[in-house]
T-cell receptor, first 115, second 111 residues
Framework: GAGVSQSPSNKVTEKGKDVELRCDPISGHTALYWYRQRLGQGLEFLIYFQGNSAPDKSGLPSDRFSAERTGESVSTLTIQRTQQEDSAVYLC?????????????FGPGTRLLVL | RKEVEQDPGPFNVPEGATVAFNCTYSNSASQSFFWYRQDCRKEPKLLMSVYSSGNEDGRFTAQLNRASQYISLLIRDSKLSDSATYLCVVNETSGTYKYIFGTGTRLKVLA
């Protein structure tokens, strides 16, 4: 079946502009994660959605970052007033129910470059 | 101290060699452990979960040492296709399921 998809695959924007990144999880997966990976660095947890529970936003680096998820489907990550340090690959992952033993399936990521 | 620490490498090994990576974690209450593989400019993919009793999948063996708070990955008979970055992942269950990723260990298998 279809995997996790993300769009756009690449985004170049100017400092100060807002960007919106989209993630389509695997159908039936209730858990969805957003991560940021800077060049040569590890994955940095941003936010976690599980079903209709309140999301875990503890990883969002500033109030310029926000994310929404409609039910158990599409999620969007919005970065307002982008800064150059926001340049990174933004990875989305989903898992069946968010359990601690589950595999996370990653999308191909959105490469964001802020000029 | 970082929550999950890995030697970044790179580990350059000849084909056929055996190579081992360690990863240490700081939270003794961590529940589950994984090794993911990430190829250059690609997304991470699960290599294997790590069970308390240790587990093996073909040429790959994973071990967990809770007392010393580390996990290991052993690759036997290295192939050129094993060249990648290996990410150690720890699940810290603190109300919600948050996965902490290490920065990865880079492996390059040489012909």
């Amino acid at each position: 079946g279809a995997g996790v998809s993300q769009s756009p695959s690449n985004k170049v924007t100017e400092k100060g502009k807002d960007v919106e990144l989209r993630c389509d999880p695997i159908s039936g997966h209730t858990a969805l994660y957003w991560y940021r990976q800077r060049l040569g660095q590890g994955l940095e947890f941003l936010i976690y959605f599980q079903g209709n529970s309140a999301p875990d936003k503890s990883g969002l680096p500033s109030d310029r970052f926000s994310a929404e998820r409609t039910g158990e489907s599409v999620s969007t990550l919005t970065i307002q007033r982008t800064q150059q340090e926001d340049s990174a690959v933004y990875l989305c992952a989903s898992s069946f129910a968010g359990g601690s033993l589950e595999t996370q399936y990653f999308g191909p990521g959105t490469r964001l470059l802020v000029l | 101290r970082k929550e999950v620490e890995q030697d970044p490498g790179p580990f350059n090994v000849p084909e056929g060699a055996t190579v081992a990576f360690n990863c240490t974690y700081s939270n003794s209450a961590s529940q589950s452990f994984f090794w993911y593989r990430q190829d250059c400019r690609k997304e991470p993919k699960l290599l294997m979960s790590v069970y308390s009793s240790g587990n093996e999948d073909g040429r790959f063996t994973a071990q967990l040492n809770r007392a010393s708070q580390y996990i290991s990955l052993l690759i036997r008979d290295s192939k050129l296709s094993d060249s990648a970055t290996y990410l150690c992942v720890v699940n810290e269950t603190s109300g919600t399921y948050k996965y902490i990723f290490g920065t990865g260990t880079r492996l390059k298998v040489l012909a």
